[in-house]
Structures are given as structure tokens and as C-alpha cells.
């Protein structure tokens, strides 16, 4: 196969311009990896050598392509050793004068039809190309760490990026053995964009003091099917990387309330509890291997009251069903009676709003999230409200753990963990679909390759329901008063006539 580049300049020998250079050379490109500091390329061709070597001893691949990967991989001395480069990727410290001054420095050295890329993950391409005599040549190439794994790369065309510029590095995106997907020159373009809803939604549930950080990783994990919880995320990636995108994105749209960093992130990052890489951040790390807090076992109870369930329950026909699989005696009578335990299951609002608005008794009313099907997951969540009595948030407790699914309970808020969590992240997908960001498909492989999701933004909020999750964006936006749970207008029309979220506007 020919490669689309037959030599490529990658200039950054750091984490990420390893990567590419690595996975370009396995592509057929000649590369040459560039660094102001020579001894860092030097060390890099060493480090990606040694990768190859042990895929060899693993048996992935023979000795012999392992030496012709090695033969494609050089250190030159100077920027103007790139003279014969038809593509050159910077992937640099993330400052847009650095930036603009190198590819300045580029165009001048390079043929005129030589492409220029960027890995930026925050810079307008725009701004990067302003100073440039030729800014169609100049587009986004966007990789993910580590790049040999992380199999998406975002191609991000400038207001003046030319369709040839994208078209060659779509193909050529292939060819490296990854997935290309389109996006337009926003703010944080596809990914960072839509990973927005996931950890800023869990922070300002931590923030009104809802349920503790390991409590929230369980719930997404377990129930909503995460791979990672947000605070493990946020570890992982560590706060020095993820709050300042945090900040970038939301001042980047003026503001815009979805986007809105939190305090909590702000504080540790200056306290210097970054994540894993510093041995402490949501969590305390002995070896590289989190210390997590217990969870508390189901009480004991001895004589479980009577279970009555509001009629205006989400899925309610399916919550019957589990209570008699449980052995509660269930009540069927117009309001319960003294002795009940009462159940709500709203979309989006609290518990005590429920209580007050049905005129059902607080003391005795405990709610739980029904916007999943319980078949399919491995923990219910339950809520109680300021004057929920202990005997009746035991009881609960007990009854919904008779079957060994594990059970969290939290303190009242609107909206329950995951539909929080979920609702925001279909929100902000969906408002990305509105201001043609990317294609719904492109989002839809972005985030389940980029992010680790369960399944897109998109998807998810097709097997919540699109009414269901507008729903719980008004109750949300009504109880808080915030338009931070505005729902777009892409989702209110899907909503309100039932369509698909991935289908296409005719």
C-alpha cells in the first residue's frame, strides 16, 4: 500500500509526538522526529525501538518489519533538515504564540504544497493558521495518549483549512491504522467537548454534598455502565491536565453555564492533589493501586413495613414486578397506610418536592432511580430526603439488597446520580449536534473511542428515551433554577416527536 505521505516531520518528542511518530512509521512514512532538544528525539527513537522489540518477543510482529519500522525513524538537527516533508505535525506545549511563531518558522522551510498539522487539544486551528500566507494547508490532526492505542484522531478543518488539506488527512489518519473523525474549529473540538457532561455534573453532585466521590464512581460504574468513574477519570488523566480544560472550554464559549468548571477541582489541583502520578488526588494510591473505602453492608431488618408505590412512578409496572420478586407485601389502596414505606420514582426532581406534591408523608417516602432497566444493571440507587425516618431508609435498603445487587443510598437532590449525569451529557452531545460541531455519527465514534464510554452520547440517551431525558433537563432546570439545564434544541425536537437522536434532520 502507498502511503499517502511518503515523509513526514513530527516536531515534539514528548509523550504524544512519540506516538505519532510511531504509528506513522508503521504506516510506510519516512520520519523524522524533531526536537529542540536533541538528546529528547534520540531518546525517543530509542523508547519506540524498544516498544518494537517487544512486540517481537510477544510474537506481534517478526524481527525483520520490527528493523524496517527502525529504518523509517531519524533525529535531525535543525528545522530546516524538514525542507522535503510533505506533512509536518506539532505537537508542542499548548501556548498559541509558541505555535503560530513555529509554523510561521514551517511555511518558510517546506514546498508549498507540504501540509501543516496541529495535535492541539484546546487552540483554535484558526488562531494557530491567522499569521500564515497559505492557511488552507493548515488543519487540526488530533491524537489521543497513548497514541498507538487510542484509536480516533480528530481531523479539524480552520475557518480557511481547505477540503484537500482534511481529505489527505483522513486518509492518511487510515492508513496509521486509526479512525478519523470531522470536526469543525470549536472548543475542544469532539471529545474534549462532549466529556464535559461527565466530570463536571459529578462535581457539583460532590459540591451539594449528594453522595461522596467513591459512592458517585460506583453508581456510574455499576448502574450507567461507565468503565471509569469520573474521579477515577480525573485521576487518571490527573487535575493539571483536566481543570484547565475544565476552564478553557467555558471561558472559550463566553461562560456558557453547561460548561461551568467547579471550586473543588480548582482547590485540589492547587493543593497539588493531582491524581495517580502524585500518589494522591479523589483517592490515595499505595503502588499505583487505589485505596478505596468500604462500603458499608446492608443493615439488618427484622420486620420490613409494607410498600406502597406512588402511581406516578417511572416504570412503574417494572417496579412491581421486582418487589414481588423481592417478597414485599405490596399495597394497592388509592394513598398508603400509616405503616407503609413509600416509594417514588421521579425523573428529575427531588424527593421532597415528590412528598410535598402528592401530599405523601416525608418521614415515611424514599425514592429510587428507575431511568435504567434493572435487569441490566448492577446496583439501584435509592434516595431519602431531609425527614426520612432511619427505620424506613433501613427497610428500603434491606428489601432492595434481598437479592445481592448492590445498593446505594443518597441524599436528596433533583435528579438522581446517573440521570444527572446522563441528562447532561446527552445535552451538551446534543447541543454539539445543533451547532454542527460534527456529525452525529462522527460524536457517536469519537466519544465510544476517545472517552471509553459505554456507548455514545447519542445512544445512551436513546435507551433512556429522549422524552425521558427531557424530562429530567426541565424538572432539573425547575428545581435549581439554572439554565446550565436548558435542553437543546436539537433534543427537544427529537423529543417531541420521538424520533431517534442519530437520526439525520431531512
Not at 81 to 94: A, F, G, T
Not at 248 to 266: C, D, G, K, L
Request: overall charge neutral; some cysteine; charged content about 20%.
Amino acid at each position: 500500500m502507498t502511503t499517502t505521505f511518503k515523509i513526514i516531520g513530527v516536531i515534539g518528542a514528548g509523550a504524544m509526538g512519540r506516538g505519532i511518530a510511531q504509528i506513522a512509521a508503521q504506516a510506510g512514512s519516512q520520519v523524522l522526529l524533531f526536537d529542540k532538544d536533541q538528546q529528547a528525539s534520540t531518546s525517543a527513537i530509542n523508547d519506540i525501538a524498544a516498544q518494537w522489540d517487544k512486540l517481537v518477543a510477544k510474537g506481534r510482529i517478526d524481527a525483520a518489519l520490527a528493523e524496517s519500522y527502525k529504518d523509517k525513524l531519524s533525529v535531525p538537527s535543525a528545522l530546516n533538515d524538514l525542507s522535503l516533508c510533505e506533512l509536518l505535525i506539532e505537537v508542542i506545549v499548548e501556548r498559541l504564540d509558541i505555535k503560530q511563531a513555529l509554523f510561521a518558522e514551517l511555511e518558510s522551510i517546506v514546498s508549498p504544497q507540504a501540509i501543516l498539522a496541529t495535535n492541539t487539544s484546546s487552540l483554535s486551528v484558526t488562531a494557530i493558521a491567522a499569521g500564515l500566507k497559505h492557511p488552507e494547508r493548515m488543519a487540526g490532526f488530533h491524537f489521543f495518549n497513548p497514541v498507538p492505542l487510542m484509536k480516533v484522531v480528530e481531523v479539524i478543518s480552520g475557518l480557511k483549512t481547505s477540503a484537500a488539506t482534511c481529505t489527505a488527512l483522513t486518509s492518511y489518519a487510515k492508513q496509521m491504522g486509526h479512525t478519523p473523525v470531522q470536526a469543525q474549529d470549536t472548543p475542544g473540538f469532539i471529545v474534549n467537548h462532549a466529556g464535559r457532561g461527565y466530570g463536571t455534573e459529578a462535581l457539583r453532585i460532590v459540591g451539594e454534598s449528594i453522595a461522596d466521590f467513591a459512592t458517585i464512581d460506583r453508581i456510574l460504574k455499576d448502574q450507567a455502565g461507565f468503565k471509569l468513574g469520573p474521579f477515577e477519570l480525573m485521576d487518571l488523566t490527573a487535575l493539571d491536565v483536566s481543570h484547565p480544560v475544565m476552564e478553557s472550554i467555558y471561558n472559550q464559549y463566553y461562560q456558557e453555564p453547561r460548561y461551568r468548571p467547579s471550586v473543588i477541582t480548582a482547590q485540589r489541583l492547587a493543593g497539588g492533589l493531582l491524581g495517580k502520578k502524585t500518589g494522591e488526588g479523589f483517592y490515595r494510591y499505595a503502588n499505583g493501586v487505589a485505596e478505596w473505602p468500604a462500603e458499608a453492608p446492608a443493615p439488618v431488618v427484622e420486620d420490613m413495613p409494607p410498600v406502597w408505590v406512588s402511581p406516578r412512578a417511572s416504570r412503574r409496572a417494572e417496579l412491581l414486578s421486582l418487589l414481588k420478586t423481592l417478597g414485599a407485601v405490596i399495597e394497592t389502596g388509592a394513598s398508603p397506610s400509616m405503616n407503609a414505606l413509600t416509594l417514588v420514582a421521579p425523573l428529575g426532581f427531588d424527593i421532597t418536592t415528590v412528598a410535598v406534591v402528592e401530599r405523601l408523608d416525608p418521614a415515611r417516602t424514599i425514592g429510587i432511580d428507575m431511568l435504567l432497566d434493572d435487569a441490566h444493571t448492577k446496583r439501584r440507587v435509592l434516595a431519602t430526603n431531609p425527614a426520612t425516618r432511619a427505620d424506613m431508609r433501613d427497610a428500603a435498603h434491606a428489601l432492595f439488597a434481598r437479592d445481592g445487587k448492590a445498593v446505594s443510598v443518597i441524599r436528596d437532590s433533583g435528579g438522581f446520580v446517573t440521570q444527572r449525569v446522563i441528562a447532561h451529557i446527552v445535552n451538551i452531545a446534543s447541543d454539539m449536534c445543533q451547532q454542527g460541531v460534527c456529525s452525529p455519527q462522527d460524536l457517536e465514534t469519537a466519544v465510544t473511542l476517545g472517552l471509553g464510554y459505554p456507548q455514545g452520547p447519542l445512544a445512551l440517551g436513546n435507551l433512556c428515551g429522549p422524552t425521558n431525558i427531557l424530562e429530567v433537563l426541565f424538572n432539573m432546570q425547575t428545581v435549581y433554577g439554572d439554565t446550565r439545564y436548558r435542553p437543546s434544541p436539537w433534543l427537544r425536537r427529537r423529543g417531541a416527536i420521538g424520533l431517534s437522536l442519530l437520526q439525520e434532520e431531512s
